[in-house]
């Protein structure tokens, strides 16, 4: 059973920065691909990025491009979100997932996910 647990999260200024860690224990790491997504208030759960087991590929949704940067340390277990420029309406819940599989450009949550407890971003204007 893999366990996830996010950290990073914070209020912040517009154009400020932030970098959001995503630890992993419980399996093996660099078997599930790792994504990013956010939870809104009023709002579904949406993609933000998402990266390949190896690190090599990466995808991110159209409204945080040149803003964030996915990436991640399979000796370390963990996957990141590094964010700027940040935006107040980036201000959500930010939820790490790993997954077994995805599909660009819509990467969809499946029933096969596994995910953190989440980690609040707040970005003040």
């Known amino acids: 059973q893999v366990q996830l647990a996010e950290s990073g999260g914070g209020l912040v200024q517009a154009g400020g920065s932030l970098r959001l860690s995503c630890g992993s224990s419980?399996?093996?790491?660099?078997?599930?691909?790792m994504a990013w997504f956010r939870h809104a208030p009023g709002k579904e759960r949406d993609f933000v990025a998402v990266?390949?087991?190896?690190?090599?590929?990466?995808f991110y949704v159209d409204s945080v491009k040149g803003r964030f940067t996915i990436s991640r340390d399979n000796a370390k277990n963990t996957v990141y979100l590094q964010m700027g420029s940040l935006k107040p309406e980036d201000t959500a819940v930010y939820y790490c997932?790993?997954?077994?599989?995805?599909?660009?450009?819509?990467?969809?949550?499946?029933?096969?996910?596994?995910w953190g407890q989440g980690t609040q971003v707040t970005v003040s204007s």
């Open positions: 990266i390949s087991r190896s690190g090599g590929s990466t």
């Open positions: 419980g399996g093996t790491f660099s078997m599930y691909a």
């Open positions: 997932a790993a997954k077994n599989g995805y599909s660009i450009p819509y990467v969809a949550t499946r029933d096969d996910d596994y």
